[in-house]
Protein backbone atom coordinates (compact mmCIF):
# COMPACT_ATOMS: atom_id res chain seq x y z
CA UNK A 1 0.00 0.00 0.00
CA UNK A 2 0.77 3.67 -0.81
CA UNK A 3 1.88 5.73 2.20
CA UNK A 4 -1.11 8.54 2.61
CA UNK A 5 -1.01 11.79 4.34
CA UNK A 6 -1.63 10.91 7.79
CA UNK A 7 -4.75 11.79 8.96
CA UNK A 8 -2.86 13.03 12.32
CA UNK A 9 -3.61 12.88 16.10
CA UNK A 10 -7.19 14.59 15.35
CA UNK A 11 -8.36 11.62 13.60
CA UNK A 12 -8.11 9.44 16.38
CA UNK A 13 -11.27 11.05 17.67
CA UNK A 14 -13.25 11.34 14.41
CA UNK A 15 -16.64 9.86 15.03
CA UNK A 16 -18.02 8.48 11.99
CA UNK A 17 -21.75 9.36 12.45
CA UNK A 18 -24.74 6.14 12.26
CA UNK A 19 -25.89 7.16 8.77
CA UNK A 20 -22.54 6.90 7.31
CA UNK A 21 -22.00 3.55 9.04
CA UNK A 22 -25.31 2.43 7.41
CA UNK A 23 -24.24 3.01 4.04
CA UNK A 24 -21.20 0.84 4.87
CA UNK A 25 -23.11 -1.93 6.19
CA UNK A 26 -25.62 -2.18 3.54
CA UNK A 27 -22.95 -2.29 0.98
CA UNK A 28 -21.14 -5.15 3.29
CA UNK A 29 -24.41 -6.93 3.42
CA UNK A 30 -24.92 -6.78 -0.47
CA UNK A 31 -21.39 -8.14 -0.92
CA UNK A 32 -21.96 -11.36 1.48
CA UNK A 33 -21.26 -14.36 1.23
CA UNK A 34 -18.10 -12.81 -0.19
CA UNK A 35 -16.08 -10.04 2.07
CA UNK A 36 -16.93 -6.93 1.17
CA UNK A 37 -14.46 -3.84 1.90
CA UNK A 38 -13.33 -0.37 0.85
CA UNK A 39 -12.87 3.08 2.70
CA UNK A 40 -14.48 5.64 4.31
CA UNK A 41 -13.48 9.63 3.46
CA UNK A 42 -13.38 12.48 5.12
CA UNK A 43 -13.23 16.07 3.54
CA UNK A 44 -10.62 18.18 5.26
CA UNK A 45 -12.79 21.46 4.49
CA UNK A 46 -16.13 21.72 6.09
CA UNK A 47 -18.57 20.65 3.67
CA UNK A 48 -22.06 19.82 4.70
CA UNK A 49 -21.31 16.07 4.18
CA UNK A 50 -17.67 15.46 4.48
CA UNK A 51 -17.80 11.56 4.64
CA UNK A 52 -17.74 9.82 1.37
CA UNK A 53 -18.20 5.72 1.50
CA UNK A 54 -16.29 4.29 -1.16
CA UNK A 55 -16.51 0.77 -1.68
CA UNK A 56 -13.31 -1.72 -3.56
CA UNK A 57 -13.51 -4.53 -5.04
CA UNK A 58 -12.54 -7.72 -3.29
CA UNK A 59 -9.57 -9.00 -5.42
CA UNK A 60 -8.61 -11.89 -2.28
CA UNK A 61 -8.58 -15.12 -4.13
CA UNK A 62 -10.46 -16.85 -1.16
CA UNK A 63 -12.71 -13.79 -0.94
CA UNK A 64 -14.82 -16.18 1.33
CA UNK A 65 -12.71 -15.85 4.33
CA UNK A 66 -9.85 -12.35 2.96
CA UNK A 67 -10.48 -9.34 1.09
CA UNK A 68 -8.08 -7.08 -0.47
CA UNK A 69 -7.55 -3.96 -2.75
CA UNK A 70 -5.93 -3.99 -5.94
CA UNK A 71 -3.08 -2.25 -5.85
CA UNK A 72 -4.37 0.27 -8.72
CA UNK A 73 -7.64 0.97 -7.01
CA UNK A 74 -6.02 1.73 -3.94
CA UNK A 75 -3.47 4.08 -6.16
CA UNK A 76 -6.98 5.76 -7.45
CA UNK A 77 -8.09 6.12 -3.87
CA UNK A 78 -5.16 7.75 -3.22
CA UNK A 79 -4.92 9.90 -5.89
CA UNK A 80 -8.88 11.33 -6.04
CA UNK A 81 -8.21 11.74 -2.02
CA UNK A 82 -5.34 14.20 -2.68
CA UNK A 83 -7.57 15.92 -5.37
CA UNK A 84 -10.37 16.41 -2.75
CA UNK A 85 -8.58 17.30 -0.25
CA UNK A 86 -10.11 14.63 1.65
CA UNK A 87 -8.24 11.95 4.38
CA UNK A 88 -8.80 8.19 4.13
CA UNK A 89 -9.92 7.95 8.01
CA UNK A 90 -11.04 4.03 7.63
CA UNK A 91 -10.74 0.90 6.19
CA UNK A 92 -13.66 -1.54 6.15
CA UNK A 93 -14.24 -5.13 5.38
CA UNK A 94 -16.72 -7.86 5.95
CA UNK A 95 -16.76 -11.12 7.89
CA UNK A 96 -18.82 -13.36 6.56
CA UNK A 97 -20.90 -15.74 9.31
CA UNK A 98 -18.29 -15.40 11.57
CA UNK A 99 -17.58 -12.86 14.63
CA UNK A 100 -16.25 -9.17 14.03
CA UNK A 101 -12.78 -9.51 15.69
CA UNK A 102 -9.99 -7.69 14.37
CA UNK A 103 -7.92 -11.17 13.27
CA UNK A 104 -4.67 -12.02 13.38
CA UNK A 105 -4.94 -12.34 9.40
CA UNK A 106 -6.41 -7.76 9.50
CA UNK A 107 -3.86 -7.11 12.28
CA UNK A 108 -1.03 -8.48 9.93
CA UNK A 109 -2.46 -6.52 6.98
CA UNK A 110 -2.80 -3.51 8.33
CA UNK A 111 0.82 -3.39 10.23
CA UNK A 112 3.38 -5.78 9.12
CA UNK A 113 6.03 -6.10 11.19
CA UNK A 114 4.15 -4.28 13.78
CA UNK A 115 4.29 -1.10 12.14
CA UNK A 116 0.91 0.76 11.22
CA UNK A 117 0.87 1.27 7.78
CA UNK A 118 -2.09 3.49 7.79
CA UNK A 119 -1.20 5.45 10.86
CA UNK A 120 -4.57 7.55 12.34
CA UNK A 121 -7.09 5.11 10.08
CA UNK A 122 -9.48 3.25 11.85
CA UNK A 123 -10.31 -0.35 10.78
CA UNK A 124 -13.81 -1.28 10.60
CA UNK A 125 -14.48 -4.99 10.73
CA UNK A 126 -18.51 -5.80 10.28
CA UNK A 127 -20.07 -9.34 10.60
CA UNK A 128 -22.37 -10.41 8.21
CA UNK A 129 -24.89 -13.36 8.88
CA UNK A 130 -27.11 -14.48 6.12
CA UNK A 131 -26.93 -11.38 4.48
CA UNK A 132 -27.65 -9.20 7.67
CA UNK A 133 -25.11 -7.18 9.85
CA UNK A 134 -24.66 -8.64 13.54
CA UNK A 135 -22.28 -6.65 15.12
CA UNK A 136 -19.49 -5.00 14.44
CA UNK A 137 -15.91 -3.31 15.94
CA UNK A 138 -13.38 -1.09 14.88
CA UNK A 139 -9.70 -0.81 15.82
CA UNK A 140 -7.19 1.75 15.65
CA UNK A 141 -3.45 1.36 16.68
CA UNK A 142 -2.71 3.42 19.96
CA UNK A 143 0.47 3.67 21.73
CA UNK A 144 1.80 0.53 19.97
CA UNK A 145 -0.63 -2.13 19.59
CA UNK A 146 -4.10 -2.01 17.74
CA UNK A 147 -7.41 -1.21 20.35
CA UNK A 148 -10.58 -2.85 19.34
CA UNK A 149 -13.91 -1.72 20.38
CA UNK A 150 -16.77 -3.13 19.52
CA UNK A 151 -19.90 -0.61 17.88
CA UNK A 152 -23.06 -0.66 20.17
CA UNK A 153 -25.76 -2.34 17.79
CA UNK A 154 -28.29 0.43 18.40
CA UNK A 155 -25.10 2.25 16.54
CA UNK A 156 -26.32 0.69 13.23
CA UNK A 157 -29.59 -1.29 13.91
CA UNK A 158 -31.35 1.59 12.95
CA UNK A 159 -30.83 1.36 9.57
CA UNK A 160 -33.07 -1.93 9.30
CA UNK A 161 -35.94 0.04 9.84
CA UNK A 162 -35.49 1.53 6.82
ZN1 LIG B 1 -10.91 -9.52 8.59
Redesign the pocket.
Given at each position: MLALRGGGPEALSREIPPEVLARVMRHLEGTWPR?GCGVILQARAGEEDPWRVLPLPNVSPTPRVA?AFAPEAWLQVCREAEARQEAVVCVF?S?VDTAAV??A??RLQAAPEGIPLLPGVSYL?VAIQDGRVTSASTSEWKQGDFQTVPIPASDFRFEKAL
Open positions: EYHHFSEDV
